[in-house]
């Protein structure tokens, strides 16, 4: 079955954690510069199906790529913050997810990685020897599916998606 698997990002560690935790194939979004850097670019692309997107943009062949995936019974992984955290905590949510949930109409599996940011933060050259755990939540049908399409409504999506990611990390945090 089809997913957007959304989930928080604070490493260059959280898309491989999330993908050992998931039977089926995850494809992730991975900015198009890295396809220039040789073997790492082998791997995430060629290897591994991650779809190529360029930030900053309405990049109309990854979000085709993307509802093709996802109509096809594959599942795509997102972080709907569009980047690596700062300080490890939840940033606001891009709009994008909500436009490609809303476009494709599947379930949102959102997922909270505790860990990674301590492990290996944005700008870290060296990883330093820290458990992660992956906490999966439930799959929800966002109910913003029923209105009529609009930035708006991409952003509700986005915004519950977040909603349903710090619910998970309050549990967490909460023992």
Request: hydrophobic share 40%; net charge positive.
């Amino acid at each position: 079955r089809a997913y957007l698997i959304a989930s928080n990002h604070c490493s260059h560690l959280d898309p491989p954690f999330v993908g050992c935790g998931v039977v089926p194939k995850i494809h992730f979004f991975a900015k198009s510069e890295l396809q220039k850097i040789p073997f790492i670019g082998w791997l995430i692309f060629r290897h591994l199906g991650s779809i190529p997107v360029k930030r900053g943009e309405a990049d109309l062949k990854a979000i085709k790529a993307v509802i093709n995936f996802l109509k096809n019974g594959d599942c795509v992984g997102f972080f709907p913050e569009g980047t690596r955290s700062l300080d490890g905590e939840l940033q606001e949510a891009k709009s994008g997810i909500g436009m490609i949930a809303y476009q494709s109409q599947v379930a949102i599996l959102p997922v909270y990685i505790h860990g990674s940011f301590r492990a290996f933060p944005k700008g870290a050259k060296l990883f330093k020897p820290i458990k992660i755990h992956v906490y999966f939540g439930k799959p929800y049908v966002p109910t913003a599916y029923q209105e009529p399409k609009s930035r708006e409504v991409y952003q509700l999506i986005s915004d519950e998606t977040i909603l349903k990611i710090k619910e998970i990390q309050q549990q967490v945090r909460n023992g």
